[in-house]
């Protein structure tokens, strides 16, 4: 068994068709809250979600036999981007989630 120390709360990750019955055992022997996971949905997926598809456009063609060398590439790709492109995501996924607030998940 392993040692919780401060808050016991986890994310919900163990409900469902998945789910473990020793894990969820176990923590309710540890006394750990498990929190409701929010719905999946691609409009409020993370912001650096949105740099997947134009990270994966800038190295298009390219193959890497390393994980280093593709580690070294997304790097460079992510240092050349400019800060505006960052920003921008943010401010996008905060009104995507304004949106989701006003229309109460709808």
């Not at 809250?33 to 994966?56: E, G, I, M, N, R």
């Not at 590439?73 to 607030?101: H, W, Y």
Request: proline share 7%; charged share 30%; with cysteine.
């Amino acid at each position: 068994m392993f040692e919780v120390h401060g808050p016991k709360r986890l994310p919900d990750i163990v409900t469902g068709p998945h789910e473990a019955r020793a894990i969820t055992q176990s923590l309710r022997e540890l006394e750990i809250q498990v929190l409701p996971h929010p719905a999946c949905s691609p409009d409020l997926a993370t912001c650096d979600f949105c740099l997947f598809l134009t990270l994966k456009d800038r190295l298009a063609g390219q193959n890497f036999d390393r994980i280093q060398d593709l580690a070294k590439a997304l790097n460079s790709e992510l240092r050349t981007m400019p800060e505006e492109d960052f920003q921008g995501v943010f401010r996008k996924r905060e009104i995507r989630l304004k949106r989701c607030i006003e229309s109460h998940g709808e």
